[in-house]
């Protein structure tokens, strides 16, 4: 048995086992939603050809994270794919589209076969309409004071508004447009250890057991704002998986059959929910501030922080919201009808947009701005001990979507070109490597003395 073998047989042991404590909790968006890992050994040093221990390339690019599974990996690919890999090698195991029309019901299907040949007629006089507006508009204009060219215009306007609006109607089963950066598969999956559970910005929801086997699918709704899906991820808690869309909606996680759904007016919501308990009761956490009881969806309390694109992190029963500025909510000891949050404290932070959720640990709060102003912020008061921008070598203005993550001392902050900056945990600024991969959105994953980066190319496993 030669030393490569015996490292891979190491390696995989170390990694099956740092899975294993996972076992009997859902694993989704930053494993369990915190970003944090303190018992990992990690990596600090890494590059293309330096500590990577295996790479496997990808069908397309995706800003899902990746998550581990037992010895399987799941990662995404654009547009609608759910890919397993193996975590031992990185091989890829299975592959599966998962096109929101798969869902459809037969009579979707009907519609949407009938919508799509009308909205090609619509389109036609949409077209012949504006046509014959901007004529009469043209004729108008060389004879202002006639009152039957004026009267043309606005006839020809009004109809023109009409069709356009009918032609809308026809597409309620079209697909969202897909946006350059958000794609169509930017929500991370989720698992209970049994099987996994794959949200599409299409808005369609699958699951698969293990093996690759789909037990089934259900389109949930299309997003309102077509020009670029959704990203926020689902999550699973008491065999409830529950997705926000245009409503909030809970589906049976066996059967896929949904068990309620709650209107919402935040429809631009990036950020992905967390799971919280107060009292033996769970509750679902929106980065919109609203939040719901799991077991029925009531609200029980409505933006207590809104919040466009992070997600609040909790600890020891307090919820914090950082986006221009910072804000810290004490969450009661029981749960009644309405849920009344006590705030705590407000910090003047950085105002900017965050993109990267922040991680809580040891009293300490480590936040990030899309431009690379990190800061550090006492949990306990709110003041801020100190801010520092991180030249990460991305050209102005600077995009930092991966959220921060901490693995045992040290705090990962990754920037969108593939620039990774590893910080000393604690209060004061230590830089202890900064490293170069391909470019990646994605969250890192830490698994004992490794760590998961998935790029828009290629999955890597860096090795310590």
Known sequence: MNLRTVCALSAGCSIVLSAAAWAGAPVGWRTDGTGKYPQADPPIKWSADENVFWKTPLPAASNATPI???????????????????????????????????????????????????????????????????????????????????????????RTAER???????????????????????????????????????????????????????????????????????????????????????????????????PSKWHDVFGSPIHVRVGGTDLYV???????????????????????FPAPVADAGVLYFIRHGGKALKLPATVGETLVCRTLWQTAVKKDRYYASPVVHDGL?????????????????????????????????????????LAGKYVYVSHKNGTTAVLAAGRQYRRMATNKLEPFRSCPVFLGRRMLIRGQKHLYCIAK
Not at 101 to 119: G, H, L, N, S
Not at 288 to 308: F, K, M, T, W, Y
């Open 164 to 262: 356009t609006k009918a032609l809308q109607g026809l597409r309620a089963f079209e697909p969202p447009k897909r946006h350059s950066v958000t794609g169509t598969t930017s929500p991370t999956p989720v698992s209970d250890g049994k099987f996994v559970y794959v949200h599409t910005g299409e808005g369609a929801v699958a699951c698969y057991d293990l093996d690759g086997r789909r037990q089934w699918i259900k389109w949930v709704e299309k997003p309102l704002h077509d020009w670029a899906g959704h990203c926020n991820s689902p999550l699973l808690v008491g065999g409830r998986l529950i997705v926000h869309v245009v409503d909030v909606v809970a589906l049976d996680a066996r059967t896929g059959k949904e068990l309620w759904r709650t």
């Open 365 to 405: 709060i480590y936040a990030v701005t899309r431009e690379c102003v990190f800061s550090v912020i006492d949990a306990a008061d709110g003041k801020v001990v100190y801010t520092r921008t991180l030249d990460l070598g991305g050209p102005r203005p600077d995009q930092i979507y991966s959220s921060v993550a």
């Open 286 to 308: 929106d980065p919109n501030g609203d939040i719901l009881r799991v077991s029925d969806g009531r609200r029980l309390a409505e933006a207590v922080c809104p919040l466009e």
């Open 68 to 158: 581990v599974v037992g010895d399987k990996v799941f990662v995404c690919s654009e547009p609608t794919d759910l890919i397993c890999l193996s975590l031992a090698d990185g091989r890829i195991l299975w592959r599966k589209a998962n096109d929101y029309r798969d869902a459809f019901t037969p009579a979707q299907t009907a519609r949407a076969e009938a919508d799509a040949r009308r909205a090609k007629a619509v389109v036609a006089e949409v077209r012949a309409l504006r046509t014959q507006y901007k004529a009469a508009a043209a004729a108008l204009a060389k004879a202002a004071k006639d009152p039957a060219a004026r009267a043309k215009v606005i006839d020809l306007k009004k």
